[in-house]
């Protein structure tokens, strides 16, 4: 999704009371990250960074705690999953699940792409190209004035860790980097004690494309559909 478009959205779901939906999310990033890799954050730098983005979101200690429990339970077979779309208007979707149910999940997505003229799902790969992961960092812009930072320090300084360029949307500095640099990343931020509100591996469109406001608000109905899945974790589009 292009980023300018990925935080509006983010910002109309705080104002739409949509948080509701992300508590039970995170956990799954959790669960599944503890699963993985162990239930240590301190050894485990998928987990690290799951607990980070729960935090962020005011996620409280006892739902992290019991997330990452559930990693050795039943509930927690869970498994991570890909699908890609078209729609009208040239718009392409990636779409990234966690579930313990995959058949049902793909029916549940089948459901809202019949229900959207011109939209369908297509065979995974055939739209991954159109996509780069990327490393992606999140601070408040405050956060640099607070440590006597300013943009071009920081960027000096993090190029040496695989930044490859800093972007300023609203109060949020995103720092973007290759994906096999999320680890290097890291460790500039927590090295320049610049605290980090999110960090996430994104898949950021290569061709983003500009819609009518009219076009925007057809596709905005698939997208909130998806979005507002249990099973969806993230979406990506090429919209800019």
Same mark, same amino acid.
Not at 41 to 68: G, Y
Not at 155 to 172: F, H, K, M
Not at 213 to 226: G, H, M, T, V
């Given at each position: 999704?292009?980023?300018?478009?990925?935080?509006?959205?983010?910002?109309?779901?705080?104002?739409?009371?949509?948080?509701?939906? !992300?508590?039970?999310?995170?956990?799954?990033?959790?669960?599944?990250?503890?699963?993985?890799?162990?239930?240590?954050?301190?050894?485990? $730098?998928?987990?690290?960074?799951?607990?980070?983005?729960?935090?962020?979101?005011?996620?409280?200690?006892?739902?992290?705690?019991?997330?990452?429990?559930?990693? =050795?339970?039943?509930?927690?077979?869970?498994?991570?999953?890909?699908?890609?779309?078209?729609?009208?208007?040239?718009?392409?979707?990636?779409?990234?699940?966690?579930?313990?149910?995959?058949?049902?999940?793909?029916? =549940?997505?089948?459901? &809202?792409?019949?229900?959207?003229?011109?939209?369908?799902? !297509?065979?995974?790969?055939?739209?991954?190209?159109?996509?780069?992961?990327?490393? !992606?960092?999140?601070?408040?812009?405050?956060?640099?004035?607070?440590?006597?930072?300013?943009?071009?320090?920081?960027?000096?300084?993090?190029?040496?860790?695989?930044?490859?360029?800093?972007? !300023?949307?609203?109060?949020?500095?995103?720092?973007?980097?290759? &994906?096999?640099?999320?680890?290097?990343?890291?460790?500039?931020?927590?090295?320049?004690?610049?605290?980090?509100?999110?960090?996430?591996?994104?898949?950021?469109?290569?061709?983003?494309?500009?819609?009518?406001?009219?076009?925007? $608000?057809?596709?905005?109905?698939?997208?909130?559909?998806?979005?507002?899945?249990?099973?969806?974790?993230?979406?990506?589009? =090429?919209?800019?």
């Amino acid at each position: 999704m292009g980023r300018a478009f990925e935080y509006r959205r983010a910002a109309k779901e705080k104002r739409w009371d949509k948080m509701s939906k !992300v508590f039970p999310k995170l956990a799954k990033a959790i669960t599944l990250a503890a699963k993985e890799g162990g239930g240590d954050p301190a050894s485990n $730098a998928k987990l690290r960074t799951a607990i980070l983005n729960a935090k962020a979101q005011n996620m409280p200690k006892d739902n992290i705690e019991a997330a990452i429990k559930r990693a =050795n339970s039943k509930e927690g077979q869970l498994v991570e999953v890909s699908y890609e779309g078209k729609a009208n208007h040239g718009v392409l979707l990636f779409i990234e699940c966690m579930t313990d149910n995959p058949t049902r999940t793909i029916a =549940n997505l089948k459901s &809202y792409f019949n229900k959207t003229p011109g939209a369908s799902i !297509v065979n995974n790969g055939s739209l991954e190209f159109m996509f780069s992961k990327k490393s !992606v960092f999140e601070c408040p812009l405050s956060s640099l004035e607070t440590l006597g930072l300013s943009l071009e320090d920081m960027e000096l300084a993090l190029i040496d860790y695989g930044l490859e360029s800093l972007e !300023v949307i609203e109060d949020l500095v995103i720092a973007l980097g290759d &994906y096999t640099s999320f680890k290097e990343l890291h460790e500039g931020f927590e090295t320049l004690k610049i605290p980090v509100q999110k960090a996430s591996l994104q898949r950021i469109a290569n061709a983003p494309i500009t819609l009518s406001p009219e076009a925007l $608000a057809e596709s905005e109905k698939l997208l909130d559909r998806i979005e507002e899945d249990d099973d969806v974790i993230a979406l990506y589009t =090429n919209i800019s």
